[in-house]
């Protein structure tokens, strides 16, 4: 009989839920998704990103990056400016507005990281990250399996 409880795939699921859930109680003040920070926390080591770029970076599709960034603008965290050398592109910007949650968000995802690996040494915590390292393998966008 198979052991889901104690799978790999079933315990990084959970595991990803727990910290989403921890980290979406941290800044649902400012009403934001865990996604739109990672957008945003992008942008704020490097910003003028492409929608391109920025769904690589972040291994996630071009067609959910663009309603993040729809998001984003609409609530005028960042602003869409055309691309200097491709007309059919656009450069992703922080508003100030943007920019100045830095801190704050900074601060929230730091407590949620705190909580979760609470029971964790700061040796296991580096441990951890490396074997996530490991397991996520090459930084591509993922395609959803057809199974």
Known sequence: MYDI???????????????????????????????????????WRED??????????????????????DRLEKIGLVERRPHP????????????????????????AQRTLARFTKDLSQQEVSELRRMLIILRGERTVYDFPAC
């Not at 409880?5 to 079933?10: A, K, R």
């Not at 492409?50 to 663009?66: A, F, N, P």
């Not at 050398?85 to 929230?108: F, S, V």
């Open 5 to 43: 409880e104690n799978s790999i795939g079933f315990l990084l699921s959970k595991g990803y839920q727990r910290a989403w859930g921890m980290l979406r109680e941290e800044i649902d003040k400012y009403e934001m998704t865990p996604p739109q920070f990672g957008l945003l926390a992008f942008l």
């Open 48 to 69: 003028g990103l492409t929608q391109t770029e920025l769904s690589e970076k972040g291994q996630i599709d071009r067609t959910t990056i663009g309603g993040l960034i």
């Open 85 to 108: 050398q491709d007309r059919r592109a656009y450069q992703i910007y922080l508003t100030e507005r943007g920019r100045e949650l830095e801190g704050p968000l900074t601060e929230c």
